[in-house]
């Protein structure tokens, strides 16, 4: 079974910029198509950004477009989201997963890690 460790949160002012890594265990990371989702207060976990496994391929929501980058080093199991300009609606709890594709991200595995807190203040 797969664990994924989401790390990299933290308090950040508008505009700030913070990096995110999901570092992954097993040896089927390399394979896999990887995401990025959130979950703000009250609401329901979005998607954000998706990684092919290859780094050919890459898909971001529209609301973080032009501001976060995906990128992943398999040599590290490790997949990597920066973030800039940040915004206070980018506030949220951020989850890594596998999902199906770049094109359609739903979330493979059941289970998720505890993600990391980004707070961005005004």
């Known amino acids: 079974q797969v664990q994924l460790v989401e790390s990299g949160g933290g308090l950040v002012q508008a505009g700030g910029s913070l990096r995110l890594s999901c570092t992954a265990s097993g040896r089927t990371f390399t394979s896999r198509t990887m995401g990025w989702f959130r979950q703000a207060p009250g609401n329901e976990r979005e998607f954000v950004a998706a990684i092919s496994s290859a780094s050919i391929n890459t898909n971001y929501a529209d609301s973080v477009k032009g501001r976060f980058t995906i990128s992943r080093d398999n040599a590290k199991n490790t997949m990597y989201l920066q973030m800039n300009s940040l915004k206070p609606e980018d506030t949220a709890v951020y989850y890594c997963?596998?999902?199906?594709?770049?094109?359609?991200?739903?979330?493979?595995?059941?289970?998720w890690g505890q993600g990391t807190v980004v707070t961005v203040s005004e």
């Open positions: 997963n596998a999902v199906t594709a770049t094109w359609n991200p739903i979330p493979q595995f059941e289970f």
